[in-house]
């Protein structure tokens, strides 16, 4: 079956540290996939788009990776601060006519000061 | 430009009643997509409309519908609430109902099914 994994354990960081989440599908081809920063009673807001084609993007402090042989993806923040504390999802397109996100169930991050 | 808008914010229901959750989009958008969060399952899809009509939808029982306007406004009802229901109910939109359109969620309706 289709599954989005993600660690369900929160990840307890430092400040200033790089904190590094993983993103793990099984069964899709995504066209391209997304990653989402939720804070607690609020919707989640979207962070970044990476395409199939692409091995890696940046803005300001994030990054992300894209690795479709590995079928992961990997979100770093670095010199984390406290104001990073959130969970962050990744979704998936799949490729199909219709947009669907498909979600994982987030990790949760804590950076402490 | 103000965001998505969703109403009510909270919302407390026994079981057996019928509940109708409002969503308006970003002006200009016209894809509105519905989804549920629970803590167990995390985001689920619930459905897309574009231009007032469902694109897509999830695998959920036929309880769940909903319908957008030509104001490209929003709403879904869920009848028959279950206390599996209880949920955060969140509306996402978008420009279109392409590829890789970015969504914006609005803050979302929490209903609690007592």
């Known amino acids: 079956s289709q599954k989005i994994e993600q660690n369900s354990e929160a990840l307890n960081i430092q400040e200033g540290k790089t904190a590094t989440l993983t993103c793990n599908y099984t069964?899709?081809?995504?066209?391209?996939l997304q990653w989402y920063r939720q804070d607690p009673g609020r919707g989640p807001v979207f962070l970044l788009l990476?395409?199939?084609?692409?091995k890696e993007k940046r803005k300001e402090r994030l990054k992300v990776t894209f690795d479709t042989t590995l079928k992961q993806s990997l979100f770093h923040i670095t010199a984390s601060q406290p104001a990073d504390s959130a969970t962050y999802l990744c979704?998936?397109?799949?490729?199909?006519?219709?947009?669907?996100?498909?979600f994982g169930t987030g990790t949760r991050l804590l950076v402490s000061p | 430009k103000a965001g998505v808008t969703q109403t009510p914010r909270y919302l407390i229901k026994t079981r057996g009643q019928q509940v109708t959750l409002s969503c308006s989009p970003i002006?200009?958008?016209?894809?509105v997509s519905w989804y549920q969060q629970t803590p167990g399952q995390g985001l689920q899809f619930l459905f897309e409309?574009?231009?007032?009509?469902?694109?897509n939808k999830g695998n959920f029982p036929g309880r769940f519908s909903g319908r957008q306007f030509s104001n490209s406004r929003s709403e879904m009802n869920v009848s028959t609430l279950e206390l599996g229901d209880s949920a955060l109910y969140l509306c996402?939109?978008?420009?279109?109902?392409?590829?890789?359109?970015?969504?914006?969620f609005g803050p979302g309706t929490r209903l609690l099914v007592l």
């Open positions: 069964n899709y081809s995504p066209a391209y």
């Open positions: 990476i395409r199939e084609n692409e």
């Open positions: 979704a998936l397109e799949k490729n199909t006519g219709f947009q669907k996100l498909v």
């Open positions: 409309y574009f231009s007032e009509t469902q694109r």
């Open positions: 002006s200009g958008h016209r894809s």
């Open positions: 996402a939109s978008s420009l279109g109902a392409g590829y890789q359109e970015t969504q914006y």
